[in-house]
């Protein structure tokens, strides 16, 4: 219990560092931010007038996010390898708080950007949402997923010498089943369709998997 | 005690060290000297764990927490000195008065505890290292060059730690410096 304990106090001290380094450097936040924001102006802009199917706005919207994603998360280890400080913390902090913290932060950074480019999607695509629990559900297990993924992805390429090309080559593979029911379900909240509990649980499911796998892996890198 | 087991360890050609076994004991501080390029740094990190040998093993004793300060380990440019001082300290689960803390090597954290750590001089930022490595209570320390581009009174005071502290640690110290030199009570002489 105690060195849970201490671990979570770790973890927590990790994610509030990365967060307030993150607000004053701002580089991160403004390119997931400012690739999302382009993204989604230019291909509203593009298809003005024209019907879009559900089925392809949903998938608009989880490429944005993956993509944005990729910008922000790829520096999440290389940032601290850079600046010399990823020596330092992983002497004095454990190894899976060093994880969890960061997939923390990425969690929350992800989250921030959803925050910031959903309602602008949904406006500029004049999409209405028949369900916002389903959306916010199958939003929050995504996140999740490529927080995860991304995290351990992040981790891997540090050493890399093309970490730039690789981070999304890598992520992209193991996100695919994160998508495929979250593009899914996020089209049946555009419509209304029947709510899928299955696809749910098996990104919940994958989520899981992901977590337990980069926490079992992490400890070889 | 940490152990070095028949320890070999080669840069492509260059062999740094061939089957070295020796046991580093606590209750004073060991210097390491030798000239450039003879693997000081190198085997300190080898008796921190940092890089693996190619052969032999290194033994920590268990349950003992390593502190270091080198050149090469940065602390955080964005945060304030207080910021990264109170960051290492949580990450070990230690409460401390950082502004004793920051006394006891010089940093003045009334002063400088708002300035973030890029804008420190190099000195004041050695000492902010300092107060890290303090401020961690570990129980092995490993210290490369620690008064590189420090003045006297800096020099002074990590004198007067390491010295205080040394009764119930490992001190390993790499250094050529003939004043941190004279600090030490056993001193392992690399060969070129």
Request: proline fraction near 3%.
């Amino acid at each position: 219990m105690r060195l849970s304990n201490f671990l979570f106090e770790q973890v927590a001290a990790i994610l509030r560092k990365d967060f307030l380094i993150g607000l004053r450097r701002r580089a991160t936040f403004a390119a997931m931010m400012m690739f999302a924001l382009t993204a989604v102006a230019s291909l509203s802009l593009s298809m003005t007038g024209g019907f879009v199917e559900p089925k392809f706005l949903a998938a608009l919207l989880w490429v944005v996010i993956f993509f944005a994603a990729s910008a922000g998360i790829a520096g999440t280890f290389d940032d601290e390898a850079q600046a010399g400080t990823l020596p330092t913390l992983k002497l004095y902090a454990q190894a899976q708080a060093i994880l969890f913290g960061k997939m923390c932060y990425v969690f929350l950074s992800l989250t921030m950007l959803t925050l910031f480019i959903l309602p602008i999607f949904l406006i500029l695509f004049n999409v209405a949402v028949e369900s916002f629990l389903l959306l916010s559900l199958t939003i929050l297990l995504g996140l999740i997923g490529i927080a995860a993924a991304g995290t351990l992805t992040a981790a891997i390429t540090t050493s890399a010498t093309v970490k730039g090309g690789l981070f999304p080559i890598l992520l992209f593979p193991i996100t695919l089943p994160i998508f495929l029911p979250a593009i899914t379900l996020t089209e049946l909240s555009f419509t209304g369709g029947a709510f899928e509990t299955s696809s749910l649980i098996v990104m919940a499911a994958f989520d899981a998997i992901l977590i337990l796998a980069s926490s079992i892996l992490y400890d070889y890198l | 005690m940490i152990a070095f087991d028949e320890v070999s360890l080669s840069f492509g050609r260059r062999v740094l060290f061939s089957n070295v076994t020796l046991n580093l004991r606590g209750g004073k501080v060991i210097g390491v000297t030798g000239a450039n390029g003879a693997g000081k740094s190198t085997f300190l990190k080898l008796a921190g764990k940092v890089i693996r040998p190619d052969a032999g093993e290194v033994r920590l004793p268990d349950g003992k927490t390593i502190a270091a300060l080198s050149p090469e380990m940065k602390v955080y440019d964005t945060l304030t000195a207080r910021e990264n001082l109170s960051f290492f300290a949580k990450l070990r689960g230690k409460s401390i008065d950082l502004l004793k803390l920051g006394e006891r090597v010089g940093l003045d954290l009334e002063t400088f505890g708002s300035v973030r750590a890029e804008n420190l001089s190099t000195g004041m930022r050695q000492r902010l290292k300092f107060a890290i490595l303090l401020s961690v209570d570990a129980d092995i320390w490993l210290l490369d060059e620690p008064t590189a581009n420090l003045d006297d009174d800096g020099r002074e005071k990590i004198f007067h730690e390491v010295c205080g502290a040394k009764a119930d640690k490992i001190i390993l110290l790499a250094t050529n410096d003939k004043a941190e030199v004279a600090l030490c009570d056993e001193i392992i002489q690399l060969p070129l």
